[in-house]
């Protein structure tokens, strides 16, 4: 039998509450242990992260004016990120040394620079947190490889069921599988060609179903949507393909990251064989530039071509972001020697690895001990490898969880995730810790840290 918790009183933030709605866990037409259930069906298999025991019994539920926000302001910043890459160089191996990175690092770069700018921005992905200021971004997402897309589409399908008023879906969202096949549409469209798209990837040594099934979804929504679409390890790629002759798979999506097929001894030959043929992949390999956060400091330092809009964007929603170059530098409506400014305020700054993944080179001054985090910013320092970035105390806001048994409302502090499919909207993923906490060092997670997954609706 399912029990219910009431919440304790609070007053919820209104970027996150809009008044004279009900609360969504009145809407819910399945008990708490029915929902616990369905959660675990329908997510089987598509590399959710619900570790419980507790889950979410209901999506985030945003007012759409928050909704929107959310896509506004990723446009903007993405937009504004991409113009500062470009302007590091005048080709994308120079951009790339331009920002610290290494160029033998980017091997599936085309060479076909302008292909390669035209669609470096074409799936984007930032991880957002609303303080007290609304949605404050902490970095970008750009490839094809984010995670979001399988995760979203599968919880809002799944709020779908549990949620009804008067018969009907109470929430909407913009879907990111939808967006995504209409990203490669345009792409047809703009060079005239068939709608045929080879999804490329990796299953791995263990052919599970669980993996099957992720990519039979993707798939799907291509062929919903009168594309031709098959899957394809890379050394199946060549002969796929279908040369000599017009290529059979003009496109294709590049749904596996070059680290991990490193760390297996994939090779990617093939991929640049294909590549040799005419086969664009995309998004293409510079869009992994744009995920340095290094752009993200030249944008928050402001660049002469930004206008007083953009600047009044970046300083709303883009907390202080800087080089580890040693130096003076504004902060606060002050100016400061920016490593002692470090060392002395540890509980304002956040310590960032421009290449990284996972939380994995992030450090937090408030999570880190006095001695680990002057060895940190000494060792960033001198690498030049690094950002710091201001903290951002994230707001929380209510959501129901069931462990299959009781239910109960509590605070949670999400990370948002809006995705942006060559300016589409396509879904909103979110990170949160069920016990509401801040996370292991200040860090929400799902490959380190264990986070719990769901999906950001609006009212319909």
Known sequence: MTSTVPASAGTVHPWFHEEGRPKPSDLRRLSGAETHELLRQETAGLSISLPGPALPAQPFVLPRSSYDELYEVSRVLLSLVRRAVLA??????????????????????????????????????????????GPQLLEFNVSGTFGGPIET????????????????PPFTGSDPLVARVQAFEDVCARRNLPKAVAVVGSLGDL????????????????????????????HELPDALGRPGALRYPLGLRNFALLDWRERGIGIEPVH?????????????????????????????GRPWMTRAERRTVEQHLPW?????????????????????????RDRFVLKRAIGQMGREVVVGRHTGHQAWEAAVTGAFEAGDSIVQEYVEPLSCPLELTDGRATWTAPVSPVLSPMLFN???????????????????????????????????TWA
Request: glycine share 10%; charged share 25%; proline share 6%.
């Open 207 to 234: 052919l599970e179903d669980s993996d099957i099934r992720f990519h039979q979804l993707t798939l799907d929504r291509f062929r919903r949507r009168g594309f031709t679409a098959d899957f394809f390890e890379p």
């Open 423 to 457: 300016g589409r909207a396509g879904g909103c993923w979110a990170r949160f810790l069920p016990d509401g906490s801040a996370g292991s060092e200040g860090k929400i997670s799902v490959g380190e840290y264990s986070a719990t997954e769901n999906a950001v609706l």
């Open 321 to 345: 972001t800087r080089l580890t170059i040693p130096g003076r530098t504004d902060w606060q409506e002050g100016e400061h020697d920016l490593p002692a400014l470090l060392f002395r305020e």
């Open 153 to 168: 589409h599968a919880l809002a399908a799944v709020w779908q069921r549990t949620h009804q008023d008067d018969g009907r």
């Open 88 to 133: 590091q160089g005048g080709s994308w191996p120079a951009r790339a040394e331009a920002l610290g990175a290494d160029p033998d690092d980017y091997p599936l770069l085309s060479g076909q620079d302008n292909t390669e700018t035209e669609y470096c921005a074409m799936m984007a992905r930032p991880d957002i947190v609303i303080g007290e200021r």
């Open 273 to 301: 064989q294909s590549q040799r043929s005419g086969f664009l992949l995309l998004p293409p390999q510079s869009s992994g530039l744009l995920a340095n956060k290094k752009a993200l400091a030249l944008v928050s330092e």
